[in-house]
Structures are given as C-alpha cells and as structure tokens.
C-alpha cells in the first residue's frame, strides 16, 4: 500500500473514532437523551369534519364505546430537554371542525440535521361519529 492510502486510512480511522466518542459523551453526559411524552387533549365542543394538519405524525381514527372525545398524543425524540406536547401538538376545535395541526420540531439535532422525532396521534370518537367521518355505515 501506497503512504498516501496509509495516511487517508489511518485518518479515516481517527475521524470515525473522534464522531463515536463524541457521541458517546453527549449521550453519557445528558446532552443528548431519548425523550418520550404524552398528553391526552380532551374535547367538550361538538364537531362535524375532521381535519389534520401533520408533517410526520400518524394519526388514526378510533371508536370510543363512553362517547366522549379525545385526542391522545405521544412523541419520541433526540432532544437535550423535555418534550413540552403543548408545543407539538394542539386539538381545537374550529368553524365545526376538529383540527388536530403538529408544529415539527426546529431543525436543532446536532445544530445541523432536521430533528428526528415519532409523533402518533390517536382520535377517539364516538361510534356515530367515527362511523360518519369513515362513511361506514354497518
């Protein structure tokens, strides 16, 4: 093998060692955590249409037997701090809609790469609504 190659291998090595151990203290050192949070939103106004305004977020409609109205919210993400849901997620209800809107983390992961996060949103309904909404009428 050539010097030159020697050189570039060796310093490839040290690059990939340095990034892991970086890593290795954000991670050891509470600079960078896992964080998980959930917030359950419920909803006394009635409504007609449902309406999501999501970038990531899955959101899933479910029947609820007690036919009350609620919008469970849960977000994993890589952040130095608490994940504060009021920030994330709103439910209101507007002009006889139910809007359920995500406001996407800013781009702050390591101050250069968008936020990785997993939102899912759950909106319990009662049977005649979810049945309405879906157009299943069995």
């Excluded at 954000?26 to 419920?42: F, I, P, T, V, W």
């Excluded at 759950?122 to 069995?138: E, F, I, K, N, W």
Aim: no cysteine.
């Amino acid at each position: 093998m050539k010097t030159k190659t020697k050189v570039l291998l060796i310093l490839l090595a040290v690059g990939i060692a340095g990034i892991a151990a970086t890593m290795g203290y954000m991670m050891g050192s509470g600079a960078l955590m896992s964080r998980e949070a959930e917030k359950s939103y419920e909803i006394s106004e009635p409504f007609d249409t449902l309406e999501t305004d999501t970038a990531l977020a899955r959101v899933t409609l479910l029947p609820l037997e007690s036919g009350e109205v609620r919008v469970e919210a849960y977000a994993k993400a890589w952040l130095p701090e608490e994940i504060d849901m009021d920030e994330l997620v709103s439910a209101t209800v507007r002009e006889g809609a139910l809007v359920v809107a995500e406001t996407p983390f800013p781009d702050e992961f390591l101050g250069l790469f968008p936020q990785p996060y997993a939102l899912t949103l759950r909106v319990y309904v009662p049977q005649d609504v979810y049945d309405r909404l879906t157009g299943d009428a069995s």
